[in-house]
C-alpha cells in the first residue's frame, strides 16, 4: 500500500462524523474535482472538494440561523450538484437532512403525494431547493394543512461565513432522515447516524477496492440510498470522483449511462436490474459502437431482484465493447441498513444457483442444475459487510433455520438504522427482533426471504409479497418474469403480480406496461381489428397457464402507466390499491 494510500485511509478512519470528513477532504485534497453533474444535454457543472466545504459551511451558517439543531430540513432539488451542498450544509447546520424526489412536471401527478406523504411524516422546519423550483414548490404545497417555508440555496453568498465551523457532533448523532424507496403507500422515514453512513460508506470501499483515483457514474436520483450513499458519501470516503447524470435524462435515453462510464472511464457504478436490461432493450448498435467500457469493473447490481437472464443479455449486448461478466457485482441492501448488507469479491463474477421451483415454493431448498428448463436460477448476492451478521430466520418461530429451508433474511452490525421516525411500535417490532437461541442481540427483520449456501446470501422474494393461490405458495417475481418473457411488447420490468380476494380463493392478477415502439416492429401483421391490449393480453394468460398452470387476469397499461418508486422499483402494494379502485390507466 503506498504511502497515499495509507494516510487516505486513516483520514477516512479517524473522521468520527461526516462533517469531520469533508473538513478533512477539503483541506488534502482542496483543488481536486469532485463532482461532476451532466444534464444529457450536454451541459457539465463541476466542484472541486474545497469549492464543497466552503459551499457546506456557507449554506450550514445560513439555515443554523433559522432552524434549531435536530429539526428536520427538506431537501427537494432537481438532479444537480446543488442538492449536494445543501446536504452537506444541512449537516453543518446540526439540522437533519430529509432527501426528497422533487417532482418532474411531467411526473407531478404521479409523484407528488409521495412527497406530501414525506413533508406530512417528517414536519420539517423548512424546505430548501433551487431558485427556479421555489415557486412550483410553493405552489403545490401551499394547500398542505401546516404551510411549509421553503428557501433557496443557489442564491447563498459563499463568501463571509468562513469562521463558521458548524455545531459539535458526535458519531451517533443523527445524520440523515431517509424515506424508503416507496414500494407501500406510506413511505417511512428511516433515521441514520453519523457512524451509520460511514461505516456503511466505508465497508462499500474496501469491499470495491476504490481509491482517490477511482470514478463513480451514478443515475439514481439524490433521495435514494443507492444514489446518495454510493456517490455523495461513497465519493467522499475515497476522495474520487463523482459523475452524476439526470436521472430523467437516463430514463429516456439509456445510452447516456454509458456513454458516461465510457467517456469518464467510470470503473464504479449503481442500477437496480431494470436499467441493465433498458441498455439491452434501448440502445442502438451506433451508439453502443462508440463505447468502451473496459474501465468499468463493479457494476453494481441490487435494490430489486437481480435476473440471470438480464445479466447474460447485457454481456451478450456489451462484450465486444468491453464490458466483462466478472465486473458484475450483484448485491443485497435496504434502507434500514444504511445501503448495503452483502456484496462479493470483486471480479468474481456473478454466483448462479439453480433451484427446484415447487420445492422453493414450499420453503425447501433443493439444487438442480442452472441449465435445467424445470429450475428457478438465482444469483447470489455475496458476503456478510464486515462486523455484520446475516441470518435466515423461521419469521413465525423466530429460530433459525437449517440450510435446506427458506427464511426471512435478519441482519445486525453498526450499519443498522436507529430505527423508523417517529414510530416506536414499528422500530421495536422491525429493529429490535431477537432470537431464542440468540436472546442478547438485536436484529433488524428485512421482510425478504432467502437462504444462506457457503456463505452467500441468496434472495427469493418478500415476506409480505408472497401469493397464496389454492393453498400454494408463490412467489410474484416468478410471474412476473413469465410474463416479461413471453413478449418484447412488454416494457423492460414493466410487470406487476399480486393476488386479489376472488371466489372461496385468492385469484391472480397481472399487470404488464406496453412497449409501443417493439410491438409495431415486432408484429407489422397485426390485424387492425384486434386491440394491442388484447393481443397483449392473450400471449400472457396463455404464458401463465402454461407455465404455472393457474389463469390469471392480465390488465394492460399505457406506457408510463405502471407506478413505480423514483429509482424504477414497480410499487405492487399501490398497483394493486389502483386496480381494485379502477384508477388504472388501461390501453384500449
Known amino acids: 500500500m503506498s504511502r497515499g494510500a495509507r494516510r487516505n485511509r486513516k483520514l477516512t478512519a479517524t473522521s468520527k462524523t461526516v462533517v469531520a470528513l469533508l473538513r478533512a477532504r477539503a483541506d488534502e485534497m482542496g483543488p481536486k474535482t469532485a463532482f461532476i453533474y451532466l444534464d444529457g444535454r450536454g451541459a457539465v457543472q463541476s466542484m472541486t472538494y474545497g469549492e464543497l466545504e466552503t459551499r457546506a459551511r456557507a449554506i450550514g451558517a445560513r439555515f443554523s440561523r433559522q432552524a434549531n439543531r435536530g429539526e428536520r430540513v427538506l431537501l427537494a432539488y432537481p438532479s444537480g450538484l446543488e442538492f449536494v451542498e445543501a446536504f452537506f450544509g444541512c449537516l453543518y447546520a446540526g439540522v437533519l437532512p430529509v432527501p426528497a424526489y422533487l417532482p418532474h412536471p411531467f411526473l407531478l ?8 406523504a414525506i413533508i406530512r411524516d417528517s414536519r420539517p422546519a423548512l424546505g430548501l431547493s433551487t431558485e427556479a423550483s421555489i415557486q412550483m414548490l410553493k405552489n403545490l404545497t401551499s394547500a398542505e394543512p401546516r404551510a411549509l417555508d421553503w428557501a433557496a440555496t443557489d442564491t447563498i453568498d459563499s463568501d463571509g461565513n468562513r469562521d463558521f465551523k458548524g455545531l459539535k457532533l458526535e458519531s451517533d448523532s443523527p445524520a440523515i432522515l431517509q424515506y424508503s424507496s416507496g414500494t407501500s403507500s406510506k413511505p417511512r422515514g428511516v433515521l441514520l447516524s453519523h457512524a451509520n453512513v460511514l461505516c456503511n460508506s466505508r465497508n462499500i470501499c474496501r469491499l470495491l477496492r476504490h481509491s482517490p483515483n477511482t470514478t463513480i457514474v451514478n443515475w439514481l436520483p439524490h433521495s435514494h440510498d443507492m444514489g446518495l450513499i454510493t456517490t455523495a458519501l461513497v465519493c467522499l470516503q475515497t476522495g474520487g470522483l463523482g459523475v452524476l447524470l439526470s436521472t430523467i435524462a437516463f430514463l ?10 465510457s467517456r469518464y472511464k467510470g470503473s464504479s457504478s449503481p442500477a437496480p436490474n431494470f436499467a441493465y436490461e433498458l441498455c439491452v432493450r434501448r440502445t442502438t448498435p451506433a451508439q453502443r459502437a462508440r463505447l468502451d467500457l473496459s474501465r468499468w469493473s463493479a457494476a453494481l447490481n441490487g435494490a430489486e431482484p437481480v435476473r440471470a437472464e438480464t445479466l447474460e443479455r447485457f454481456c451478450r449486448s456489451f462484450r465486444a465493447h468491453g464490458f466483462r461478466r466478472n465486473a458484475f457485482y450483484p448485491c443485497y441492501g435496504l434502507a434500514e441498513a444504511t445501503l448495503m448488507v452483502t456484496g462479493g469479491k470483486l471480479l468474481a463474477g456473478p454466483v448462479l444457483l439453480g433451484l427446484d421451483r415447487q420445492a422453493m415454493e414450499r420453503g425447501r431448498v433443493e439444487l438442480r442444475p442452472v441449465k435445467d428448463k424445470r429450475a428457478c436460477v438465482l444469483v447470489g448476492c455475496g458476503r456478510p459487510l464486515p462486523a455484520h451478521q446475516v441470518l435466515i430466520v423461521d419469521p413465525d418461530s423466530r429460530r433459525r433455520c437449517g440450510p435446506e429451508r427458506i427464511g426471512e433474511i435478519w441482519v445486525s452490525g453498526p450499519s443498522v438504522a436507529l430505527g423508523y421516525w417517529n414510530q416506536p411500535k ?9 432470537l431464542k437461541d440468540h436472546p442478547g442481540r438485536r436484529f433488524l427483520r428485512t421482510g425478504d426471504l432467502g437462504f444462506m449456501r457457503e456463505g452467500q446470501l441468496f434472495v427469493t422474494g418478500r415476506l409480505k409479497d408472497m401469493i397464496i393461490i389454492n393453498g400454494e405458495k408463490h412467489y410474484p417475481e416468478d410471474f412476473e418474469r413469465t410474463a416479461q418473457e413471453s413478449s418484447p411488447m412488454i416494457r423492460p420490468s414493466g410487470c406487476a403480480a399480486f393476488s386479489v380476494p376472488g371466489e372461496g380463493t385468492e385469484r391472480l392478477v397481472l399487470v404488464v406496461e406496453a412497449e409501443l415502439a417493439n410491438s409495431r416492429r415486432s408484429n407489422p401483421a397485426m390485424k ?11 400471449i400472457v394468460e396463455r404464458a401463465i397457464w402454461t407455465h404455472h398452470l393457474i389463469s390469471a387476469e392480465v390488465c394492460v397499461l399505457r406506457p408510463g402507466g405502471l407506478p413505480r418508486t423514483t429509482s424504477g422499483k414497480v410499487q405492487r402494494n399501490v398497483c394493486r390499491s389502483e386496480f381494485l379502485a379502477h384508477r388504472l390507466n388501461l390501453l384500449p
Open 426 to 434: 414499528e422500530t421495536e417490532r422491525t429493529f429490535h427482533a431477537r
Open 109 to 116: 401527478k404521479r409523484a407528488f403525494p409521495r412527497l406530501k
Open 252 to 261: 429516456k435515453e439509456p445510452a447516456l449511462w454509458l456513454e458516461a462510464l
Open 528 to 538: 387492425k381489428t384486434k386491440p394491442m391490449s388484447s393481443h397483449i393480453r392473450g
